[in-house]
């Protein structure tokens, strides 16, 4: 309990932070970022949808949930796909520039058809749970909160997993609170309605 207090703390604390250095930086640059994102495209895709299955879209995620990510993987608070070490090379410009460039692109692709049974009851978990309350009502993300909709069902369902579990660390604790209940069959079938979103 204690520790689990003081790693939100933690969280609370590198978020505080990270807003508090927001104003003194240069703004946003999309186009200098789009030039920054050449060495992403192998494994993001050239559009921000990635082509492999497991490696997360990137297309219209917000701003501010890639350039967490971006930090948090920077500072080895997040590890997984070798995205440490590509973060370590970026200055703060670069993940602000980058992020720009992503957030502005069209969202990846809704996958028509799959299970409908699953859909429905992915939806009805989604419901139940009020993952819309920080996901956005279409679950297309908003702030520092990851878009959902349209996202590869195999990285859904990894990365909640992991969260789950706790090899995720999230930024203020709120998400693996959220995760904590879900059970496997849950997740799977609120990947299928997750990919079906526009
Ligand atoms: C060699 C393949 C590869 C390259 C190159 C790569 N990534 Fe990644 N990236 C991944 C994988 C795999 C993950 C999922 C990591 C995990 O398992 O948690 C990921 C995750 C991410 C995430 C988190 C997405 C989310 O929804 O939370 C962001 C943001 C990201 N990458 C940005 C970038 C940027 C920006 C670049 C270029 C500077 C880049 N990546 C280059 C493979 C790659
Ligand atoms: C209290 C706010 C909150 C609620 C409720 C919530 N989430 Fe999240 N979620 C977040 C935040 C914040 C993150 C980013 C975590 C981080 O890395 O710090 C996140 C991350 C995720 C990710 C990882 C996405 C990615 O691109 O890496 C998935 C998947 C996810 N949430 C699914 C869900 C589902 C499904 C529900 C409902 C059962 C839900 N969330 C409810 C706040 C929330």
Request: charged letters at 20%; proline letters at 6%.
């Amino acid at each position: 309990m204690f520790l689990r207090l003081s790693k939100a703390i933690q969280g609370m604390a590198f978020f505080m932070c990270v807003l508090g250095g927001l104003p003194s930086h240069a703004a946003p640059d999309a186009v200098a970022g789009k030039a920054k994102a050449q060495i992403c495209a192998a494994c993001h895709g050239e559009n921000g949808v990635s082509a492999l299955p497991g490696f997360p879209h990137l297309a219209a995620q917000p701003q501010l949930s890639i350039f967490y990510q971006l930090l948090q993987f920077r500072d080895q608070r997040r590890k997984g796909g070798g995205m440490e070490a590509i973060a370590a090379t970026l200055s703060e410009q670069d993940m602000r520039d980058i992020a720009a460039h992503y957030a502005a692109l069209p969202p990846p692709p809704a996958v028509a058809g799959g299970d409908a049974e699953k859909i429905t009851r992915g939806q009805q978990i989604a419901q139940q749970q009020y993952c819309s309350s920080c996901h956005g009502a279409q679950l297309q993300g908003q702030k520092h909160v990851p878009r959902l909709s349209g996202q590869s069902s195999e990285y859904f369902v990894q990365q909640l997993r992991k969260l789950r579990s706790g090899v995720r660390a999230d930024m203020d604790g709120t998400m693996a609170s959220a995760a904590r209940s879900l059970t496997d069959e849950e997740i799977e079938a609120m990947a299928v309605y997750t990919r079906s979103l526009p």
